[in-house]
């Protein structure tokens, strides 16, 4: 695509303004003022003043990261074994639940081969409900206790503490 001379021109101007010092100090002046009239939202809501916090420590956010999926089971193999796949008992027992209540969330079906497997249709409200409970649920950040294992057992007290006790064998078998 070729451009008109006077748009060539234009992009020919911009390219030596961007080049240009002062282009850029230009954007570095637009960034200060920007961040200078952003509001500061944050809020000391426990016993610190924001006096106490610094710029980083007010920015600064703990993430956690979410929790893993489950890996897949046997169940949800395109050739899962015989045992995993549902009579038909099992099926209008299965369909009669509430879907929030079974146990999974598919029926397990048996393929000869991977490419005769068909796009699984509730992916996209699967991933929207994880979306959702990820969003909704708030995670909190469990301490590691560190427990040395010796102070778990008891003491034992001295032998000498624990007398009397029989020393001798006094009756055999």
């Known amino acids: 695509m070729e451009l008109s001379s006077t748009a060539s021109t234009r992009v020919n101007r911009l390219v030596k303004a961007m080049r240009s010092e002062n282009y850029h100090k230009a954007i570095e002046g637009q960034r200060r003022k920007k961040e200078e009239q952003r509001p500061d939202y944050n809020y000391a809501i426990w016993d610190e003043t924001l006096e106490d916090l610094t710029r980083e420590q007010r920015r600064m956010h703990k993430r956690l990261p979410p929790p893993k999926v489950a890996p897949p089971g046997n169940a949800e193999s395109y050739n899962p074994p015989a ?91």
């Open 83 to 173: 045992e995993y796949l549902m009579t038909e008992e099992e099926r209008q027992e299965w369909e009669a639940t509430d879907p929030s209540d079974r146990a999974l969330n598919f029926i397990p079906r048996k393929f000869d081969a991977l490419r005769h497997v068909p796009a699984y249709g509730a992916l996209m409200n699967e991933r929207f409900h994880r979306c959702l409970d990820l969003y909704l649920c708030p995670r909190t950040q469990r301490t590691k206790l560190n427990i040395e294992p010796d102070s778990l057992l008891p003491q034992l007290p001295d032998l000498s503490q624990l007398e009397p006790y029989p020393k001798r064998r006094t009756t055999t078998f």
